[in-house]
């Protein structure tokens, strides 16, 4: 079993910062991948960025448009995104799953979820 713990939302302005972060505990895997999704009422999951567990960014949404960027730390077993330049329309809940296979552009393709963490944009 894989734990998933979210920090780091809040409320900033358009155009602010915000560094997201993903603590894993539990069972250890050496593959696998971690992604980012996002959700905001109505709508379904999405992903914003995905990354292996073993080295290298796998996807980024369109949307994201060069302004987020995801890394993870493997010795401290945690997977990050840093958001620049922020967007009203970036707020959402962000969450972090984690997929001990290889599939990693839908939301069913994770196993393990966080309990999200809110990211609020105002202009």
């Known amino acids: 079993q894989v734990q998933l713990v979210e920090s780091g939302g809040g409320l900033v302005q358009a155009g602010d910062s915000l560094r997201l972060s993903c603590a894993a505990s539990g069972r250890t895997f050496s593959n696998g991948v971690f992604g980012w999704f996002r959700q905001t009422p109505g709508k379904e999951r999405e992903l914003v960025a995905a990354?292996?567990?073993?080295?290298?960014?796998?996807s980024y949404a369109d949307f994201v448009n060069g302004r987020f960027t995801i890394s993870r730390d493997n010795a401290k077993m945690g997977v990050y995104l840093q958001m620049n330049s922020l967007k009203v329309e970036d707020t959402a809940v962000y969450y972090c799953?984690?997929?001990?296979?290889?599939?990693?552009?839908?939301?069913?393709?994770?196993?393990?979820w966080g309990q999200g963490t809110q990211v609020t944009v105002s202009s």
């Open positions: 799953a984690a997929n001990r296979g290889f599939r990693y552009l839908s939301a069913s393709d994770y196993e393990y």
């Open positions: 990354i292996r567990w073993s080295g290298g960014s796998l």
